[in-house]
C-alpha cells in the first residue's frame, strides 16, 4: 500500500484496472482446462461479486459524493440522486440497445446455431459493456483518493483498492463465462480465450479516463462518483444478480449477502 501511494493516481488507477482486468483473463483461461465449469461455483462467484459492487458502491462512492456534496456547499442529495439515476439509466439504455442488434451476420461457423451465436456475441457485448463502468468507477475512485487527500472527504486510497479487490472477485466468473460458452458453440479453445479476455480489456482504459476527469474538473466528481455508483448497481441488478439466479435462488442470496457483508466490514475496518 505504500509503494502504491507513492504513485500519481493516472497509475494508480491503470494499474488497479490491469489488475480487474488480469482476473477476468484468468477465468476466461478456464476454457484451457474444460470445456464446462460447475455452474454453481461460477453462480456463486457472480452472485458474491454482486454483493461486493452494491456495498462498494455506496461506501466507496455514494457515501463520498454526499460528502464532498456538504464540503462545497452543495445540496448533499440533488447531485448524487441525478449521478446515481443517470448511472442506472445508462445501463437499461445500453442492455435496451444491445437488444435491438442484429446477429445474424456474425454466424460463421458450421458446428453453432444462429441462437447460439446470437446468445454467445450478446453476452460478449454485455460484459464488455457494463465492465465500462466498472473501469470507470475504479479511476474515479482513486482520483477522488487524490483530490481528497488530506482532506477528510472523498474515497481513500484504500477505500479504492478495495472497489478494485471487489470487482476483480466478480470479474474471474465473468471471464468464464464468456469464453466457456464460446467454446460450448463451437469456437476453437484460442478464440474463446481471446473474446473471454478482450470483454475486461475495456477496463484499463476507462479506468484512465476515470482518473483524469475526476483530477480535471473536479467540480463534477460527486456527480461522477455517484454516476459510476448507478452503473454498477445497473449492472449488479441487470445481469449479475438474474444471471447467477436462474440456477440456485438460495445460493444466490446467500452469495449477495456475503459479498456485501464482506465489503461493508472490510471498508468500515479499514477505510
Not at 484460442?190 to 473471454?196: D, E, R, T, V
Request: proline share 4%; charged share 10%.
Amino acid at each position: 500500500m505504500e509503494i502504491l501511494s507513492t504513485l500519481h493516481p493516472v497509475w494508480q488507477g491503470l494499474l488497479a484496472t490491469l489488475f480487474t482486468y488480469s482476473v477476468t483473463a484468468v477465468g476466461a483461461a478456464l476454457v484451457f482446462f474444460f470445456k464446462r465449469a460447475n455452474q454453481k461455483m461460477l453462480d456463486g462467484m457472480m452472485a458474491f461479486g454482486a454483493g461486493v459492487m452494491i456495498a462498494a458502491s455506496f461506501f466507496s462512492l455514494i457515501q463520498p459524493a454526499i460528502a464532498m456534496c456538504e464540503e462545497m456547499g452543495n445540496s448533499p442529495w440533488l447531485i448524487p440522486s441525478l449521478g446515481f439515476v443517470t448511472g442506472g439509466l445508462f445501463i437499461v439504455f445500453a442492455s435496451a440497445l444491445l437488444d435491438r442488434f442484429s446477429f445474424e451476420s456474425f454466424v460463421n461457423t458450421r458446428h453453432s446455431s444462429s441462437d447460439s451465436v446470437r446468445r454467445s456475441i450478446l453476452l460478449v457485448a454485455a460484459i464488455t459493456l457494463h465492465n465500462i463502468p466498472e473501469g470507470l468507477a475504479v479511476g474515479v475512485a482513486f482520483g477522488s483518493a487524490a483530490v481528497a487527500y488530506g482532506s477528510g472527504t472523498g474515497t481513500d486510497l484504500v477505500g479504492a483498492v478495495l472497489l478494485a479487490v471487489g470487482i476483480g472477485l466478480q470479474n474471474f466468473p465473468e471471464g468464464a463465462s464468456v469464453s466457456l460458452p464460446l467454446r460450448r458453440d463451437g469456437l476453437s479453445v484460442g478464440k474463446s480465450f481471446f473474446f473471454g479476455q478482450l470483454s475486461g480489456f475495456v477496463e484499463p482504459v476507462a479506468g484512465v479516463v476515470g482518473v483524469l476527469a475526476a483530477l480535471t474538473v473536479k467540480g463534477i466528481l460527486p456527480f461522477l462518483l455517484s454516476f459510476s455508483a448507478g452503473a454498477m448497481i445497473g449492472v449488479a441488478a441487470s445481469e449479475l444478480i438474474p444471471e447467477a439466479a436462474r440456477e440456485s435462488k438460495r445460493l444466490t442470496t446467500v452469495g449477495t449477502v456475503v459479498g456485501f457483508t464482506l465489503m461493508m466490514l472490510l471498508d468500515v475496518a479499514l477505510g
